[in-house]
Nanobody, 123 residues
């Protein structure tokens, strides 16, 4: 059974918007946060944004500040990523993650990964 189920990806033109959704079917009271990672074609995955379940406190990668908005609906165990003014460099696979935690060396620890969803932005 898939714990993290993503939806909302697709093909859009530059400047358009998309909203990704992720429902956590295995969420427990000990879960702390959720987030989204992005893997551009041929590159490694990197964090996009994170949000805490209880306070709603958010974190954004610098490249996404002002264009992307992460939010959550605790009652639905669902996290969203609103992506506006999309650019071709936003193309890639987006992964929903559970409990993303930054490490001292700049890397991230994640307890669970979604299967990923494709986003393609044409110029």
């Amino acid at each position: 059974q898939v714990r993290l189920a993503e939806s909302g990806g697709g093909l859009v033109q530059a400047g358009a918007s998309l909203k990704l959704s992720c429902t956590d079917s295995g969420r427990s009271n000990s879960d702390y946060s959720m987030g989204w990672f992005h893997r551009p074609p041929g590159e490694q995955r990197d964090v996009v944004a994170t949000i805490m379940w209880d306070t709603g406190k958010t974190y954004y990668a610098d490249s996404r500040k002002g264009r992307f908005t992460i939010s959550r609906d605790n009652a639905k165990d669902t996290v969203y990523l609103q992506m506006d003014n999309l650019k071709p460099e936003d193309t890639g696979v987006y992964f929903c993650v559970a409990d993303p935690t930054p490490d001292r060396d700049g890397s991230w620890f994640v307890s669970s990964w979604g299967q990923g969803i494709e986003v393609t932005v044409s110029s």
